[in-house]
């Protein structure tokens, strides 16, 4: 089976990196697969090429805000995929594109709540969902912002939970290096893209605080996007700019899992994040928002806190830091949950299926 995949971009985040790995599991399972990206190429788009994943940049054409583009009309003609699956922020662009194209079988995975105006984006989605033959969740928190909105999969809509590939993480003292972070150090970090949902800033003015007591602490933050100079200078007001770093995009950033003491995930929302998942599989303990199914991934072992609480994710991370006890338990327990629950072969199976059922009709 031929698929392609529909995103707005491969920058670093948790959906993008999600897509790359399911298509690179589908491609393992002899399907061929594709990802086009409509607002922008992305640091993951080598990636997913070394992953055997073609990657093309189909840009919409004409003024801001359209949602044509001639050239994935042009590329799914050619390459004529049995299915059109698109993401967060692709929706309209890869329906019409499938549309134009004559692809009959479509599918919407829906990552995360809307960061734009809401009654436009609801819109858009009920038009969208009339054409779109199957929608999917990856958190069951998302369904009920969407339901009635869905005329059409609103009732069956299925819920596919986000998988993550097993990996290798860098070596400690080999990530510490790269990242420019002490060995000895207390390294608390992030990975995820820099938009105000992520609620970085928070995190720097929770991690000002735990500087003040532990003054061997660090932070790092590893992506990119809108926030970036904002953080920077708060970061800079703040008189941490000796031991907060923002690394901007790194290929495969799991790896430097490696080099934190507690990974955070301070978002204010969240479908099932990939970065979660992977800090849990690799062992790393976490300070979570309360948010999607982050309780429901964690399961009692990580902290989790109100992420308008600045007050309760300064005292979260250091209990995390502190409680040696419960750093052993998480460790040890951790990975299991991911191995049991979001292993990628389960979640590509599942999706293998819905392609099926949609291609039959």
């Avoid at 919409?60 to 390459?79: K, Q």
């Avoid at 599918?107 to 809307?114: A, E, M, P, R």
């Avoid at 532990?214 to 007001?237: K, M, S, W």
């Amino acid at each position: 089976m031929r698929i392609e995949m529909i995103l707005p971009t491969l920058q670093t985040g948790g959906m993008e990196t999600f897509t790359v790995q399911l298509s690179a599991k589908l491609l393992e399972r002899g399907h061929r697969v594709g990802i086009s990206t409509t607002d922008e190429y992305g640091s993951l788009a080598p990636l997913a090429n070394r992953l055997g994943v073609e990657t093309r940049f189909c840009p919409v054409s004409g003024r801001r805000g359209s949602f044509y583009s001639p050239e994935l009309v042009d590329h799914l003609r050619t390459v004529r995929p049995d299915v059109v699956h698109s993401h967060t922020g692709a929706w309209t662009k890869g329906l019409l594109a499938a549309v134009l194209s004559g692809v009959s079988a479509r599918i919407h995975t829906i990552h995360g709540l809307h960061e734009s105006s809401a009654s436009t984006a609801r819109i858009l989605e009920g038009v969208a969902d009339l054409f779109t033959d199957r929608v999917t969740f990856v958190s069951e928190a998302l369904r009920p912002h969407f339901l009635r909105w869905l005329p059409r999969n609103g009732s069956r809509a299925e819920v596919i939970p986000n998988g993550v590939l097993g990996f290798t993480p860098l070596e400690r003292s080999a990530a510490r290096r790269q990242l420019g972070v002490p060995n000895d150090a207390k390294v608390i970090g992030t990975i995820g893209r820099l938009a105000a949902v992520k609620n970085h800033r928070v995190l720097i003015r929770a991690f000002a605080d735990i500087k003040k007591n532990i003054r061997d602490a660090y932070l790092v933050i590893i992506g990119d996007g809108a926030e970036h100079d904002t953080l920077t200078a708060d970061i800079a007001n703040l008189g941490i700019g000796d031991s907060a770093i923002l690394t901007g995009n790194l290929t495969d950033a799991r790896q430097y899992l490696a080099a934190f003491d507690t990974f955070c995930l301070p978002s204010f929302s969240e479908g099932t994040s990939i970065a979660l998942l992977e800090s849990l599989l690799s062992g790393t303990p976490v300070v979570a928002s309360d948010v999607g199914d982050s309780a429901d991934v964690l399961g009692g072992l990580g902290l989790l806190i109100d992420p308008h609480d600045q007050h309760q994710l300064t005292a979260a991370l250091r209990e995390s830091l502190h409680n040696d006890s419960w750093r052993s338990v998480f460790k040890k327990k951790a990975p299991t949950v991911v191995q049991e629950r979001f292993s990628m072969d389960a979640c590509a199976s599942r999706y293998e299926r819905l392609y099926a059922g949609v291609v039959r009709g």
